[in-house]
């Protein structure tokens, strides 16, 4: 019989949002007519930009005649996304990335796991908690981790506490690591990173001979001018650090499939035998090994959010869900909750209340209100009693949330 990969055999009892998924059938099967309201997944709501539409539209026009049809592209992305990316995303912020240290691809949460690739099996990963679940999971898969316990940390993985105790700045770590995974603005707690703060990091990292693994899909929401939008901000971490960037929240393409990840040229691991080798050309060699690229009227639609029309219809799209997070975020604080992000993310971050634990309040605002949400206990141990609210819906699904929530609370 054929060997399987024991390393799936570790993963806790389920990925977390496949969890939610199975409570809200549960709940909707006894009780059909109930109009349950979503604020779990952070997936959009709103429809693309007319730019992008617009340019989706001619692209699909253009694969339509042979003349201008375009079969297989670069695996790397097409030089109008990846110069647009380039030019708007870090050089217009000072950042030094260039246009061929860009990878498209079709997620940061795929990239993000794929990463580990080019990373050998004997490195010391770091994670905030709460994480992302996907930096832990395929960190499990690809064996570079112990069992998990009871409270579902894994051995192998040095966990950094961020909660209210610690203002949600993590320490650094008390001992050498090789990876650390940051996320900022974070997903699930909705908090932003200083430059202070991540100078921190990138001396930590350039002290100890460590990369960071910098996720930056939300940046989009950052709305505080002293807010870095990137790592590459920061001066040195062209050195020690690799972002993984998105479409997915910024312009409405969950389901469109658009990202990319920044290796800058002379980021070096260590090989086995000591010699430092680059990471660029490693990715590069993974990415047209295992992907053929983003399909061209996809590419086409997200250069188009960088047009001048483009960049209004994006910014009014966020600013949307930003007002979404300010309704649930005020409603909630004047509810006598303990709330924290949701000013420069689409996530609120909240204490569970009544010391409930926080699945049973996913359960008290599915059974009592049909309100949906995120236990925090599923991004990791220090999200226990902690709730993730997501700004991803319509206006008026969001209006009669936070009155729903006023009465059960």
Request: aromatic share 12%.
């Amino acid at each position: 019989m054929t060997y399987i990969n024991d390393n799936y055999l570790k993963l806790t009892a389920g990925y977390l949002f496949l969890e939610i998924a199975r409570r809200i059938e549960a709940f909707c099967a006894k009780n059909p007519a109930a109009k349950v309201i979503r604020l779990g997944i952070g997936d959009v709501t709103e429809p693309l930009a007319p730019a992008v539409i617009q340019a989706m539209h001619t692209a699909v026009d253009e694969l339509a005649v042979r003349s201008s049809f375009r079969g297989y592209g670069p695996e790397q992305g097409y030089d109008f996304l990846r110069e647009a990316i380039a030019k708007n995303d870090y050089q217009a912020r000072g950042a030094e990335v260039h246009a061929d240290e860009i990878f498209v691809s079709d997620g940061s949460k795929c990239d993000s796991g794929n990463i580990l690739d080019v990373f050998g099996e004997n490195n010391v990963i770091a994670v905030l908690d709460p994480v992302y679940p996907v930096y832990v999971d395929t960190n499990v898969m690809a064996g570079h981790t112990g069992a998990a316990d009871a409270s579902g940390r894994y051995s192998g993985l040095v966990y950094l506490p961020v909660t209210a105790d610690n203002d949600f700045v993590p320490e650094l770590p008390k001992q050498r690591v090789d990876l650390i995974y940051l996320c900022y603005p974070n997903n699930p707690t909705g908090v932003v990173a200083t430059k202070e703060m991540l100078k921190r990091w990138v001396e930590y990292a350039q002290q100890n001979g460590s990369i960071i693994l910098y996720d930056a899909a939300y940046e989009a929401y950052i709305t505080d001018p002293a807010i870095p939008h990137s790592i590459f901000e920061i001066d040195g971490a062209r050195e020690v650090a690799i972002e993984f960037r998105s479409f997915s929240k910024t312009a409405g393409f969950t389901g469109v499939r658009c990202a990319y990840t920044v290796i800058p040229k002379g980021l070096k691991g260590k090989a086995r035998d000591g010699r430092e080798v680059e990471i660029h050309p490693l990715w590069n060699r993974r990415h047209c090994t295992k992907f053929n690229g983003v399909s061209y009227p996809v590419q086409r639609g997200a250069a188009a959010t960088y047009s001048r029309e483009g960049k209004r219809q994006v910014r009014e799209t966020i600013d949307f869900y930003l007002t979404n997070a300010k309704l649930v975020r005020e409603t909630l604080a004047k509810l006598g909750i303990q709330v924290y992000g949701g000013v420069n993310a689409p996530y609120v971050w909240l204490k569970t209340p009544g010391k409930l634990s926080s699945w049973d309040f996913f359960d008290k605002l599915l059974q009592e209100a049909h309100l949906v949400g995120t236990p925090g206990s599923g991004f990791g141990a220090c999200g226990e009693g902690y709730f993730r609210l997501s700004a991803f819906n319509s206006r008026a699904n969001v209006e009669e949330a936070v009155q729903r929530f006023a009465k059960i609370m």
